[in-house]
Antibody, heavy 115, light 111 residues
Framework: EVQLVESGGGLVQPGGSLRLSCAAS????????INWVRQAPGKGLEWVSLIFSDDSTFYADSVKGRFTISRDNSRNTLYLQMNSLRSEDTAVYYC?????????WGQGALVTVSS | QSVLTQPPSVSGAPGQRVTISCTGSSSNIGAGYDVHWYQQLPGTAPKLLIY???NRPSGVPDRFSGSKSGTSASLAITGLQAEDEADYYCQSYDSSLGGWVFGGGTKLTVL
């Protein structure tokens, strides 16, 4: 069974850093495309980042230069390193498998940026 | 402001048919990129409902269907049921932004 489980969310001050993890089971992360998508409280979905099977990475303009997507093949886990966090980064962050669309999504991790 | 435009809300009585529109532009839907739909129940993650404009993943009832024409797409739900009450999002790819783009979401209320 395919599963994605996010962790690492929490409260962080503006300008701070946080690393989210997305542990995958039922499929091999290095052979798949994995995205991060976020949802601010009461708002819609916003694509954040994508990593290809060949390690190519892509980012939304809103996070480019501040966020880094990566993976640990030995742990079958995806990461999102978030630096220079702003209040507008407050959201539930989901990892989702897929290139054209997300066929499996994790349950989400809440990141709150506030002083 | 979302790249794809959806109505904020739609409603219908049990058993009725409702449609949700999704309007894009020449850099996403109009460029030929497929449209996909997600259902998000309160407090849960999005769930894939329709992929590739009009395909249903295993387990999704055939009451749900999708279509695409030009720069727009639509999700139709027939035989409305109480459990269909949720937020619905359309999604495509945008060549100028280089990633997925979403509609702002449509809240479906079953009266």
């Amino acid at each position: 069974e395919v599963q994605l489980v996010e962790s690492g969310g929490g409260l962080v001050q503006p300008g701070g850093s946080l690393r989210l993890s997305c542990a995958a089971s039922g499929f091999i992360v290095r052979s798949n495309y994995i995205n991060w998508v976020r949802q601010a409280p009461g708002k819609g979905l916003e694509w954040v980042s994508l990593i290809f099977s060949d390690d190519s990475t892509f980012y939304a303009d809103s996070v480019k230069g501040r966020f880094t997507i990566s993976r640990d093949n030995s742990r079958n886990t995806l990461y999102l390193q978030m630096n220079s966090l702003r209040s507008e980064d407050t959201a539930v962050y989901y990892c989702a498998r897929g290139y054209n669309y997300g066929d499996y999504w994790g349950q989400g991790a809440l990141v709150t940026v506030s002083s | 402001q979302s790249v794809l435009t959806q109505p904020p809300s739609v409603s219908g009585a049990p058993g009725q048919r409702v449609t949700i529109s999704c309007t894009g532009s020449s850099s996403n839907i109009g460029a030929g990129y497929d449209v996909h739909w997600y259902q998000q129940l309160p407090g849960t993650a999005p769930k894939l409902l329709i992929y590739g404009n009009n395909n249903r993943p295993s387990g999704v009832p055939d009451r749900f269907s999708g279509s695409k024409s030009g720069t727009s797409a639509s999700l139709a739900i027939t035989g409305l049921q109480a459990e269909d009450e949720a937020d619905y999002y359309c999604q495509s790819y945008d060549s100028s932004l280089g990633g997925w783009v979403f509609g702002g979401g449509t809240k479906l209320t079953v009266l």
